[in-house]
């Protein structure tokens, strides 16, 4: 892992612009900060999203608001409420994200997971 260093900062999440990235159904809004080795963001699902793709990247996700499903590869689905979290590192699994009613995550990743 790379040293890095942020200095202190307060984020103001409603100016960061969004983003929009596709799923196989739906468009996720992100509100992204990058530094050096480290992603923070803001994701909002919409109603009825789910990912485009299998994940194997490392992340650790909190839901801020709804609830999601965290589906892996292997077949095993986790529900995530209001106040869960989950954790992995890079390549540990194929995941990817859906939900019915939406949701809203803060995501962190970076080279600390690798």
């Not at 200095?7 to 929009?20: A, R, V």
């Not at 996720?28 to 990912?51: C, D, N, S």
């Not at 996700?61 to 589906?71: D, K, M, R, S, T």
Request: some cysteine.
């Amino acid at each position: 892992m790379k040293n890095t260093t942020i200095e202190y900062q307060l984020i103001d999440w409603e100016k960061i612009p969004k983003t929009e990235h596709k799923g196989e159904t739906g468009v996720a809004h992100w509100r992204t900060m990058q530094f050096r080795g480290l992603r923070v963001r803001i994701v909002e699902y919409p109603k009825g999203y789910l990912a485009d793709h299998w994940c194997q990247k490392g992340h650790i996700v909190h839901c801020l608001e709804g609830e999601f499903v965290n589906e892996l590869q292997s077949g095993e689905n986790q529900i995530l409420t209001r106040g869960m979290t989950y954790i992995v590192s890079d390549d540990m699994s194929s995941h990817r994200s859906s939900t019915e009613q939406g949701a809203k995550l803060l995501i962190i990743d970076g080279d600390f997971l690798e």
